[in-house]
């Protein structure tokens, strides 16, 4: 298919290396399925129920989110199974559904976003790389969002919605830097940003370089446009992270209003997840359809820190946040 460019993700430990032959099986099964995929997608379809996208920086709750709304709401979601499908997202979506995959209790573990079990929620990020057009997690310029195929994308998501019968929810890192073009092409799209603590997540930042390549000077995930943030020491490199990604966020956020964003603070989603059910729910009727509370049997979660992290890095983490902070006030 014309466009078409796998995300390589390169550099990983053995432990989160991926497979070369399964990649290489999943592309040409998905390039087989895509030309069907098409067809079978109409761009004319009406957007009649919500997408709700889990935002917010990496390391700062966005799993356990899209975890517990997976588990505690009526709706839609891309599982360990369907996500094999990028490239053909409604198959997915049906054979999970035909396995009877497509609905959850999680576990609510993971490891830096990645879940174990067919069931589990995924990231779905070989797909979110395709439609928005993104090789790697570096941030694009403004004129970027003109090079993506909206009405593709917005057809292929009401497509998925039609499929499984249901709201759809997504956890697309990228969304970060696109939420307001989103919401012009699909009116009914709304979002949970997740908040956390910058410095609890740029300390878990760095726990999450090691753990994926072995050190901390390895860039992870989302990647903002800052000048000279590539020659940053691992620390301030996370805490500018952090706050880039959190001040892209809450830009949006505050031109789509409440009416498309809720703003859930980690401390309250691990304490109360419950009532962060409850008021997804009110979001979601706000924009149309209002999913079914599965289970209010959800018991609160446990924070986590990072105190051998904090020991080495937690002054340095402190300066670096105080830096950038003073920048981007400036």
Not at 157 to 185: E, Q
Request: glycine share 8%.
């Amino acid at each position: 298919m014309g466009g078409y460019q796998r995300r390589i993700d390169t550099g990983l430990s053995a432990a989160f290396a991926k497979d070369a032959a399964d990649e290489d099986f999943l592309e040409h099964l998905n390039l087989l399925l895509e030309p069907h995929e098409r067809e079978a997608v109409d761009p004319a379809a009406d957007e009649v129920m919500p997408t709700l996208h889990v935002v917010g920086s990496p390391r700062s709750g966005t799993t356990l989110m899209y975890q517990l709304i997976a588990s505690g709401l009526d709706v839609g979601y891309v599982n360990n199974l369907s996500a094999a499908f990028w490239l053909a997202p409604t198959y997915g979506v049906r054979l999970a559904r035909k396995l009877g995959v497509a609905s959850l209790r999680s576990s609510f573990s993971s490891q830096f976003g990645r879940t174990s079990g067919v069931s589990e929620p995924h990231e779905f990020g070989y797909f979110w790389s395709h439609h928005l057009r993104y090789a790697d997690m570096r941030q694009r310029d403004a004129a970027h969002e003109q090079t993506i195929d909206w009405g593709r994308l917005r057809a292929t998501l009401i497509a998925m919605a039609s499929a499984h019968g249901a709201p759809m929810t997504f956890k697309p890192m990228l969304m970060a830097w696109h939420m307001d073009a989103m919401v012009r092409h699909m009116p009914r799209t709304c979002f949970v940003w997740v908040r956390r603590d910058p410095r609890d997540t740029a300390l878990s930042l760095l726990k999450m370089r090691r753990s994926l390549y072995g050190d901390e000077t390895q860039w992870a995930s989302l990647h903002p446009h800052a000048p000279g943030l590539d020659d940053e020491p691992p620390a301030g490199q996370v805490a500018a992270q952090v706050l880039l990604v959190e001040r892209a966020i809450g830009e949006s956020a505050a031109r789509l209003g409440p009416d498309h964003v809720l703003e859930v603070p980690y401390e309250r989603l691990c304490a109360h997840p419950v009532e962060v059910l409850r008021d997804v729910r009110t979001l979601m009727g706000g924009r149309g359809h209002a999913p079914e509370l599965r289970t209010d049997d959800i018991p609160p979660f446990t924070e986590m820190g990072n105190p051998a992290l904090e020991a080495a890095f937690g002054d340095q983490v402190d300066e670096a946040l105080r830096r950038h902070r003073a920048a981007l006030a400036g």
